[in-house]
């Protein structure tokens, strides 16, 4: 059952008994009953936003659908695809610009748009094997990476796909090339790969953290989880995942240094540019870092929900949208201080507000259930 359905009903229930309380008592009482502003651009979790400059982002959702604003998210349109044709989970995405993007799903699926998304191809990748991950350095080269081991490689802006790697049961969540040679892959149980030819060679790197003696200390204690990386450059690099787990490395992955993070919930990505990093995974966990990683700090009570956020984009220092569950879609103006609900549910909106009508004053002093 989709996430939106339980809260939705919720929000109904208290809409009804509100209009109950209004409605009964006095038959002059005038109502002060209003209905509260839902916004709604999808009800399905979002799983990707790209955000090229403050005015043109993009977001997909699991059902295969996209869409676009032109203007900073006041209006949006939705884009036809043909992964909405068979509501294919829409996982990661890539816009250079505001003409050039891709995104990955499951079944091998890749799209691409050369126009802004006005139209959207799907490119032959010649694997059915999901794909989470989807990494361009340019308009030419790009990567893709997925479930079995899945890595796909593209020279031609994804006229033609190579796979470059044998199939293994193993799920690679996340990759990320800093240029045409180097680059990561994170995966299940704690997986980093490094690459300095371009993908043709993936080499593991174990973190000291994520280091077992022996195979009883693996099962007892198994490394996390991990779901995004972001390539900073060559030999700069941060993961995150399970367990809020924040590691960076500033030497190509010969060290991994484990972060702070004043959490205890899943990280699914983050984000460093300009020196500021973010954070963002369950349970409405959002953290911030404002020394380019050094140390992160858990931002309660910011965005005003308990769902999971899915994805981060900046398109400046100002301008930031976080997507997620249930069709949450939120952005910020002031660089992340406070957070506008443009789509999907917040715990601070009115209706959650118990109603009137049913507010604790205390036991009443006449009646069964008199104050003794």
Wanted: charge should be negative; include cysteine; aromatic fraction near 10%.
């Amino acid at each position: 059952m989709s996430m939106w359905k339980p809260l939705v009903q919720t929000a109904t229930a208290a809409l009804m008994v509100a209009l109950l309380g209004a409605s009964v008592g006095c038959k002059d009482r005038k109502s002060t009953f209003s209905a509260p502003d839902i916004k709604v651009i999808t009800t399905d979790s979002v799983h990707v936003v790209q955000a090229v400059d403050d005015d043109n982002i993009w977001i997909a959702d699991t059902t295969g659908k996209i869409f676009h604003s032109g203007d900073g998210g006041t209006t949006w349109q939705r884009q036809d695809n043909p992964a909405a044709e068979n509501e294919t989970l829409l996982t990661d995405g890539q816009f250079l610009d505001t003409k050039t993007g891709w995104i990955s799903g499951l079944y091998g699926t890749i799209l691409h748009t050369g126009d802004g998304g006005t139209t959207w191809q799907r490119q032959e990748t010649g694997s059915e094997y999901h794909l989470f991950s989807i990494s361009f350095i340019d308009a030419k080269n790009g990567w893709a990476a997925g479930e079995w081991n899945t890595v796909l490689r593209t020279t031609d802006g994804g006229t033609t796909w190579q796979r470059l790697t044998e199939v293994e049961d193993r799920v690679l969540s996340n990759i990320d090339m800093a240029d045409a040679l180097h680059g990561w892959i994170v995966g299940e149980a704690g997986l980093i790969l490094y690459t300095s030819d371009g993908g043709q060679t993936w080499n593991q790197q174990i973190p000291k953290d994520f280091e077992r003696a022996t195979i009883e200390d693996e099962f007892s204690n198994p490394r996390p989880a991990l779901f995004c990386v972001q390539a900073i450059d060559a030999g700069t690099a941060f993961v995150c995942g399970l367990d809020a787990t924040i590691l960076r490395t500033t030497d190509a992955g010969q060290s991994w240094q484990a972060m702070q993070t004043e959490s205890a919930f899943p990280l699914y990505t983050l984000e460093i540019k300009n020196g500021i990093g973010r954070a963002v995974g369950d349970k409405g966990a959002y953290l911030l870092s404002e020394d380019n990683g050094e140390t992160w700090r858990l931002q309660e009570d910011v965005i005003k929900s308990k769902q999971y956020y899915k994805d981060i984009a900046f398109s400046s220092p100002d301008k930031g949208w976080v997507v997620g569950q249930a069709g949450l879609v939120v952005n910020t103006n002031d660089g992340g201080k406070t957070w506008q609900f443009l789509s999907g549910l917040s715990y601070d909106m009115k209706f959650f507000e118990m109603p009137k009508a049913l507010e604790f004053r205390g036991m009443p002093s006449w009646g069964p259930f008199a104050r003794q």
